[in-house]
């Protein structure tokens, strides 16, 4: 279904003397919605997370309306195939096509899938692209439709975008002294730094060096890896989101235990 809306809505005047800033098209950009609000008494801002573009956040005017054919298109978890122009930081969509291919999520795994949106919008900077990311977030939530074990297909993602994101590095190169990380001894992951080996007056959380090892090759099997990393995860994602709250996951926790 493909849907055409208003056109761009008019950027601020150039400032005298300069250029005018150039229009900005994209088109056929594979994305999903993340977050939508209401925008003025028809209208939504719609946050996407797109292949090449990465989040952008987007008008789509008219969508609030009673006859509005955007009120099916742009639903949480559902491939589209999207359009949008204009030079302001917040675009105007021009067109949203549903794509299909994904199972839709339901029970524990539509829970899953809004902690991973909450954890995309707050943790991606606009127009910042991870492809890579991307089909990691695909992966998720096919994963999560066919009833994969939540805790393992989170702990895999809230990896993934933290190394995407480049705010975590390889889990098994020790950030004192060189070296890998040794299955029998124990280590802390120091946010800014790396893995090193524990300390008695660590307060931090503790895991051992087959969790991390575990961890880094994608392997969550051994029990022991996804209790320790289901801490260490929490741990670092509290860091990076500078005391942040993520109001999904406490519903998960609440009751999911995870």
């Given at each position: 279904m493909s849907v055409q809306v208003a056109d761009a809505v008019p950027g601020k005047s150039a400032v005298r003397g300069r250029a005018p800033e150039r229009e900005h098209r994209v088109t056929d950009q594979p994305g999903f919605v993340l977050h939508s609000y209401p925008y003025?008494?028809?209208?939504?801002?719609?946050?996407?997370?797109?292949?090449?573009?990465?989040?952008?956040?987007?008008?789509?005017?008219?969508?609030?309306?009673?006859?509005?054919?955007?009120?099916?298109?742009?639903?949480?978890?559902?491939?589209?195939?999207?359009?949008?122009?204009?030079?302001?930081?917040?675009?105007?969509?021009?067109?949203?096509?549903?794509?299909?291919?994904?199972?839709?999520?339901?029970?524990?795994?539509?829970?899953?899938?809004?902690?991973?949106?909450?954890?995309?919008?707050?943790?991606?900077?606009?127009?910042?692209?991870?492809?890579?990311?991307?089909d990691q977030y695909i992966s998720a939530l096919n994963q999560l439709a066919h009833d994969e074990p939540p805790t393992i297909v989170l702990r895999k993602f809230e990896l993934a975008l933290l190394k995407e994101t480049g705010v975590a590095g390889s889990l098994v190169e020790c950030s004192q002294g060189g070296g890998q990380v040794e299955t029998d001894r124990y280590y802390v992951f120091e946010p800014e730094r790396g893995p090193r080996e524990a300390l008695a007056s660590d307060n931090i959380p503790v895991v051992a060096g087959q969790t991390l090892i575990d961890m880094e090759a994608g392997n969550y099997a051994?029990?022991?890896?996804?209790?320790?990393?289901?801490?260490?995860?929490?741990?670092?994602?509290?860091?990076?989101?500078?005391?942040?709250?993520?109001?999904?996951?406490?519903?998960?926790?609440?009751?999911?235990?995870?």
């Amino acid at each position: 279904m493909s849907v055409q809306v208003a056109d761009a809505v008019p950027g601020k005047s150039a400032v005298r003397g300069r250029a005018p800033e150039r229009e900005h098209r994209v088109t056929d950009q594979p994305g999903f919605v993340l977050h939508s609000y209401p925008y003025k008494e028809t209208s939504l801002i719609v946050d996407v997370f797109s292949r090449d573009h990465g989040r952008v956040p987007l008008i789509a005017k008219g969508a609030k309306r009673p006859h509005s054919k955007l009120r099916g298109a742009l639903q949480t978890f559902q491939p589209l195939q999207l359009a949008w122009s204009g030079k302001s930081e917040v675009r105007t969509l021009v067109s949203a096509e549903w794509v299909g291919g994904l199972r839709p999520l339901e029970r524990s795994g539509l829970l899953c899938g809004f902690y991973l949106n909450e954890l995309l919008v707050k943790l991606l900077a606009r127009d910042d692209p991870h492809p890579v990311l991307f089909d990691q977030y695909i992966s998720a939530l096919n994963q999560l439709a066919h009833d994969e074990p939540p805790t393992i297909v989170l702990r895999k993602f809230e990896l993934a975008l933290l190394k995407e994101t480049g705010v975590a590095g390889s889990l098994v190169e020790c950030s004192q002294g060189g070296g890998q990380v040794e299955t029998d001894r124990y280590y802390v992951f120091e946010p800014e730094r790396g893995p090193r080996e524990a300390l008695a007056s660590d307060n931090i959380p503790v895991v051992a060096g087959q969790t991390l090892i575990d961890m880094e090759a994608g392997n969550y099997a051994d029990p022991v890896t996804q209790q320790q990393s289901k801490l260490l995860m929490r741990y670092l994602l509290a860091y990076h989101l500078g005391g942040m709250p993520l109001n999904t996951r406490q519903i998960l926790i609440d009751l999911l235990q995870l």
